[in-house]
C-alpha cells in the first residue's frame, strides 16, 4: 500500500518535467503509475473478498502514539480501485482534453498529487492521519478548480470549495480528536461503538464528524460549492465529482457506521438530509440548460440517496450503498468525460444547440448510451440492480421507509430525465446547431467512458462477479454486524419492482414533459428567489467588510506602534499569568552560577550595546551599536560554558553587520532614528522597561521551578552511549531533535530563497556577471587587503570543515560550520567580486541549498528502510571509526545553511554592483 502511494507521489513530481519534453504523451507514461497501483490492488482482492485485511504500519511521531497505519478491508479496496482505476483513465484522458494548454504538466502534477491524498484518505486507519490527507484532498482539488485561474469564475468557485470544506474540516479535526479519546483508540478499527454510544460526548462527537462529511460530499446547505466547481477543467468534474473527493465524505460515513451508526439520532439526520440533498439536486438538475450542470446537480443527488442508504443500517440498504457506489461511479464518470468529449468536438454544451451527435460521434455515442442507461437504472445494468435494492433497503424500514421511498422514486425519475437530456437530447434526433463541425474525438478521449460505460453493463449482467468480489466484503466493512449479501437483476414481482416501474414511468413522462415542468418551476418564483449563492455571496462581502473595519484600525502604518502594542499586550498576558500563579514563583533562584568577570563583561557590553542603539541617531552607528550587544551576548555565552551558542552567536552577528550595512547603504541618507516628540520618547522608555522587568520576572520565575523529570540529565546520560557524540548539544540537533532540526534548516532555506526574491537576487543564479560583480567593493581596493583575505577566507573555510566534522564531539557542528564557510565566500565577495565567489564555490548557492535539505531529508529514510521511526541514527564502524545517519544529516545543515546564506548575500551584492 505505501508503494502504491509513494509510486503515484513520484509520478506527481516528474509530471511538469515529462510533460515539458512530451507534451501530450506524457500522459501515457504518467497513467502507469495509477494503473501500477490498480494492479496491486486487484492483487489483493482474493484475500479481502475472503474476510482478510492487509495491514501496513509506519511510525511517524512514535512520542504520540501517531502512526502511518494502512488498513486494506473491503471498503477501502473498493474506494482503492475506484480511484486508481478511474484516475488511470482520468490521466489519459487529461492529456488529450489538454493537448494544447502550456501548464498541461503542472495539471498532471496536481492530479496525482490529488490522486495520492484520496488514495491515502480511503487506506489510513489512523484518525490523524487520515485528517492530514483529508485536508490535502481539500488543498489539491482547490489547485484543480482554480487550475484556469484568469478566470474569476475558476478563481470564485475554488475559494468556496476551499472554505467551505476546510471549515467542514476544522469540525471535523475537533470531533475526531473527541473521537479518539472516548472510543478508546486512534484507529478506527480500534474504536469501540459501545463505548461511544453510551458516552456523553456521544452527539458532540455525532455533529462535528456530521459537519465534515456533510461539507465533503456536498450534502444541504454545503451543496452549493459542488455545481460551481464545474468551471474547473472537465477532467477535474469526471475525477474529483464522481468517484473520490464529493465520495470522501459518504466514505468516511461508511467508515464510522459501525462505530457511531445505529442510533436513532444518527439514522434520522442522514435520512433526513439525504432526502432533502437528493430531492434539492434533482429539481436544479433539471432547470439546468448546460449538460455539465446537469451532471454536477445529479451528482448532488446521488449524494443524498448515499446518504440516505447508510442512514437505513439495513440490509438491502447497505447492500444498495455499496452497489450504488460503483455503478455512479463508472456511469458518471463516463458522462463527464463523453460531455468533454463534446464540448472539445463542437465547441458548447448547452443542450438547446445539440442533436443528432451520433452520426458524428457514434464511439463516444455509444459510450453514452450505455452510461446513460445505468444511470437510468435500466437493466441489465448495474444501476439497476442498485436501484431495486435501494427500494428494497428504505421499504424495510416501515411507515418511514415508504415515506423516504417516495422521495426516492421522485429523484430517480428526474435522474432517468437528466440522463434523457444527456443521450436522447444530445446524441439523437434533428442535428443540433454547433459552433464548430463535429467529429469523433482520439482515443483517449473515448476509451475512458467505453470502458466504464461497458463495465456498468458486465458487472450488471454478471453482478456474481461484483457480488463475489467487492460488494460482499464492502458491505461487511460498512455494517455492525455479518449481513447476507445477494445480488440480483431478478427478484420476483415485490413492491421494490413496483416501485421502479413507477419511476420508470415518471421519469419518461418527465422527459417528454421536460419544456412545461420547467415552465411550472420557474413559476415558483419564491423559492428560487432563496439563493445559496446569493446567501453565500452576501456572506462573505459582510465578512470582509468587518475585516476591511479592523484592519483600518489597526492597520496604520506605524511600525513603533505595532510593536508598542505587540510588546505590551505580550507584557499584560505575562502579567496576568504571574499574579494568576503562587508566590512561590517569585522566590530568588536557589542555585545559582559564581560570579564569573568575562560573563560580567559581556552582560555590559550587551547592556551598553542596546542603550546606545536607543540613542544614536545614524542608521550605520546604529547597526554597529547592535552588533556590539550581540558581541557581548557571545561573551555571556562563552563565559556561561556554551561555546557552539557562542560561536553560533558570533558568526550571525557578523553576517547580519553585512547584510545590514549592504542594505542599509542603498537607503536615503537620515540622522534621525525615534521620534522627536519628547512625549512619545518617554512613552516608548516607559514599554521598553516594561517588556523588560516582565520578562525578568518571567526568566525568574522560570529558573526557580522544578522540572517535572530531568531531561537534562537524560541527554547527558545517552549522548555518548545512545547518539554516539560527546557534544550534547549537537547530538540532540541531529539525532534526539532531529525532526524540529529538519523544520529549522527547511524554514532557513524558504526564508533564504524570499529574502533573495525580495531583494532581486533571486534570479542571479547563471544570469550574466554584471560590470561590478567582476571587481569586487571599492572598499576592499587596499592590494594589502586583498592579499591577505584569501589565505584568511581559505582558513576559514578549513575551519568551518573542521567545525562539521569534530561537531559531534566537541564544539562545533553543521550549523555554526555553514555559518563559518558562508563568511569565507562572502570575504571573497566582498574583496574580488561575486563571479570569483562563484568560480570558487562550483557550485550555485541554490543548488547548496536544495542538496542540503535532499542530504539531511535522506538522512533521515534510512531509518525507514531498517523498520525504525524517521531519522533515527544508524551508525556502522568501518575501522572502529564511526559513522552514522546523524553525521549525514549535519552534512545536510551545514550546505543548507551555507547555500541559503550565500544565495540571499550574493544576489545583494550583485544588485549593489
Known sequence: MLASIGLIAVAMLVAVPLAS???????????????????HFLTQMPTVAGGGVVTSTLAWVPALGV?????????????????????????????????????????????????????????ADDLIAMFVFWELTSVSSFLLIAFQHDKAESRRAALQALLITGGGGLALLAGLILLGNVGG??????????????????????????????TKSAQLPFHLWLPNAMAAPTPVSAYLHSATMVKAGVYLLARLNPALGGSTSWSTVLITVGAATALVGAVLAIRQTDLKRVLAYTTVTVLGQLTMLLGTNTHYGLQAFAIYLVAHAFYKAALFMAVGAVDHATGTRQIALLGGLMRHMPLT????????????????????????????????????????????????????????????????????????????????????????????????????????????????????????????????????????????????????????????????RVLWRVSGDRIWDRLLKRVFAFATRVADRFQHGSLRQHISALVLAI??????????????????????????????????LAVAGAAAAAVTPGRVALVATLGASGLGMAMFFLAARAPDVAITQLMVETLTVIFLALVLRRLPPTRL????????????????????????????????????????????????????????????????????????????????????????????????????????????????????????????ALVSLMLLWRGHNLPGGGFIGGLVAASAAVLVALAFGTTRARALLRVSPLALLAGGLGIAACAG????????????????FPGELPLGTPLLFDVGVFLTVLGAVLHMLLGLLEREA
Open 67 to 123: 502512526e502511518l497505519a494502512f488498513r486494506l478491508d473491503g471498503l477501502s479496496l473498493l474506494f482503492a480501485l475506484l480511484i486508481t482505476g478511474i484516475g488511470t483513465l482520468i490521466v489519459l484522458y487529461a492529456g488529450a482534453y489538454l493537448s494544447e494548454h502550456r501548464h498541461l504538466g503542472r495539471f498532471h502534477a496536481y492530479l496525482l498529487g490529488f490522486m495520492t491524498a484520496m488514495l491515502g484518505l480511503v487506506l
Open 365 to 524: 455515442g455509444f459510450a453514452v448510451a450505455l452510461a446513460a442507461f445505468s444511470n437510468a437504472g435500466l437493466p441489465p445494468f448495474f444501476g439497476f440492480i442498485a436501484k431495486e435494492f435501494k427500494y428494497a433497503g428504505l421499504i424495510e424500514l416501515g411507515l418511514a421507509g415508504w415515506i423516504t421511498t417516495a422521495v426516492m422514486i421522485l429523484t430517480n425519475a428526474l435522474l432517468l430525465t437528466a440522463a434523457g437530456l444527456v443521450f436522447v437530447r444530445a446524441f439523437l434526433g434533428r442535428e443540433g446547431r454547433y459552433p464548430h463541425p463535429p467529429h469523433e474525438v482520439s482515443l483517449p478521449m473515448w476509451i475512458g467512458p467505453m470502458l466504464l460505460a461497458v463495465g456498468g453493463f458486465v458487472f450488471g449482467a454478471f453482478n456474481n462477479l461484483a457480488e463475489l468480489w467487492l460488494i460482499d466484503a464492502a458491505v461487511q466493512a460498512v455494517s455492525r454486524a455479518t449481513v447476507p449479501v445477494d445480488l440480483y437483476l431478478w427478484g420476483g414481482f415485490t413492491p421494490a419492482l413496483l416501485a421502479s416501474l413507477l419511476t420508470v414511468a415518471l421519469g419518461v413522462f418527465f422527459y417528454l414533459q421536460r419544456t412545461r415542468l420547467r415552465r411550472r418551476l420557474s413559476l415558483w
Open 673 to 796: 532614528v525615534g521620534s522627536r516628540k519628547p512625549a512619545a520618547k518617554r512613552f516608548h522608555a516607559v514599554v521598553a522597561i516594561v517588556i523588560g522587568a516582565v520578562v525578568t520576572a518571567m526568566m525568574l520565575m522560570t529558573v526557580s521551578q522544578p522540572l517535572p523529570g530531568d531531561i537534562a540529565r537524560w541527554y547527558l546520560d545517552n549522548s555518548l552511549p545512545g547518539g554516539r557524540g560527546a557534544n550534547v548539544v549537537n547530538v540532540i540537533l541531529v539525532d534526539f531533535r532531529a525532526l524540529d532540526t529538519l523544520g529549522e534548516i527547511l524554514v532557513v532555506g524558504l526564508a533564504g530563497l524570499a529574502a533573495a526574491g525580495l531583494l532581486a537576487g533571486a534570479g542571479r543564479d547563471g544570469a550574466a556577471p554584471t560590470p561590478g560583480a567582476s571587481e569586487g567593493s571599492a572598499d576592499f581596493g587596499s592590494v594589502l587587503l586583498r592579499q591577505g583575505i584569501l589565505p584568511l577566507s581559505a582558513l576559514l
Open 185 to 214: 483508540s486512534w484507529q478506527f478499527s480500534g474504536l469501540s461503538g459501545e463505548a461511544i454510544a453510551e458516552h456523553a460526548l456521544y452527539p458532540a462527537i455525532l455533529t462535528l464528524v456530521l459537519l465534515g462529511a456533510f
Open 571 to 604: 507584557a499584560g498576558f505575562a502579567l496576568i499569568g504571574l499574579f494568576a500563579s503562587t508566590g512561590e514563583g517569585f522566590v530568588w533562584p536557589q542555585h545559582t552560577s559564581p560570579v564569573n568577570l568575562a560573563a560580567l563583561l559581556g552582560c555590559a
Open 21 to 39: 519534453r512530451l507534451g501530450q504523451r506524457a500522459g501515457w507514461l504518467l497513467a502507469l503509475a495509477p494503473l501500477a497501483a490498480f494492479i
Open 861 to 876: 529514510l534510512v531509518g525507514l528502510f531498517h523498520g525504525e521511526p524517521f531519522l533515527t541514527g544508524n551508525w556502522i
